[in-house]
């Protein structure tokens, strides 16, 4: 099972230029110099790797997954932080909302039938998902960290440098909250 994003919810990434400029410490000058690089690159590339390591949704948005069929029972969502079903279907046949539902467990959210899925057929699911940040402010501080980490070492793959890990132990435990558990 893999989610695919269908669109986003809104056009804007959890942190902004200004709020990568505070954490970076760069002046009003330097940051609107620096704009494109920071809003295009470093900001989605930091939310995408939190995504990653977290499993779960941060920006808010749509996402599809498909199956061959149900599982016996319920199942997580391939994304973490499920806020809403918004469509469930089962060999193309609309699947009624009253007949299932969907869990929310803080890291990893499942669908659960109410009493047991369709006998047969492929399952489309479109579910939204993402955080709001003022919940998880460790989150947005992990982001930040990683723009930071990303502005402070863009120059070195232009020059062939070595380029330094962002530390791990307790960077990454900032991610704790919304991490989903593993599934193998």
Same mark, same amino acid.
């Given at each position: 099972?893999?989610?695919?994003?269908?669109?986003?919810?809104?056009?804007?990434?959890?942190?902004?230029?200004?709020?990568?400029?505070?954490?970076?410490?760069?002046?009003?000058?330097?940051?609107?110099?620096?704009?494109?690089?920071? +809003?295009? #690159?470093?900001? $989605?590339? !930091?939310?995408?790797? =939190?995504?990653?390591?977290?499993?779960?949704?941060?920006?808010? *948005?749509?996402?599809?997954?498909?199956?061959?069929?149900?599982?016996?029972?319920?199942?997580?969502?391939?994304?973490?932080?499920?806020?809403?079903?918004?469509?469930?279907?089962?060999?193309?046949?609309?699947?009624?909302?009253?007949?299932?539902?969907?869990?929310?467990?803080?890291? +990893?959210? #499942?669908?659960? $039938?109410? !009493?047991?899925?369709? =006998?047969?057929?492929?399952?489309?699911?479109?579910?939204?998902? *993402?955080?709001?940040?003022?919940?998880?402010?460790?989150?947005?501080?992990?982001?930040?960290?990683?723009?930071?980490?990303?502005?402070?070492?863009?120059?070195?793959?232009?020059?062939?440098?070595?380029?330094?890990?962002?530390?791990?132990?307790?960077?990454?435990?900032?991610?704790?909250?919304?991490?989903?558990? $593993?599934?193998?």
């Amino acid at each position: 099972m893999t989610a695919v994003l269908v669109s986003w919810a809104d056009a804007n990434e959890p942190v902004t230029l200004a709020d990568v400029a505070a954490q970076c410490r760069i002046d009003a000058d330097d940051a609107e110099a620096e704009k494109d690089l920071i +809003e295009k #690159l470093i900001i $989605p590339g !930091a939310r995408q790797l =939190a995504e990653t390591r977290s499993g779960a949704a941060i920006r808010k *948005g749509t996402y599809r997954e498909i199956l061959r069929s149900f599982p016996e029972d319920e199942f997580p969502l391939s994304k973490g932080q499920a806020t809403e079903v918004t469509s469930l279907k089962c060999g193309g046949a609309v699947v009624n909302p009253t007949t299932y539902q969907l869990i929310n467990l803080g890291k +990893e959210s #499942l669908l659960s $039938p109410s !009493a047991s899925w369709p =006998a047969s057929g492929t399952v489309e699911i479109e579910y939204e998902a *993402g955080i709001d940040l003022e919940e998880y402010p460790s989150v947005k501080q992990w982001i930040l960290m990683a723009c930071a980490w990303a502005y402070s070492q863009r120059g070195l793959l232009l020059t062939g440098q070595k380029v330094e890990e962002m530390p791990s132990s307790y960077v990454d435990s900032l991610l704790d909250p919304i991490c989903t558990p $593993p599934r193998f």
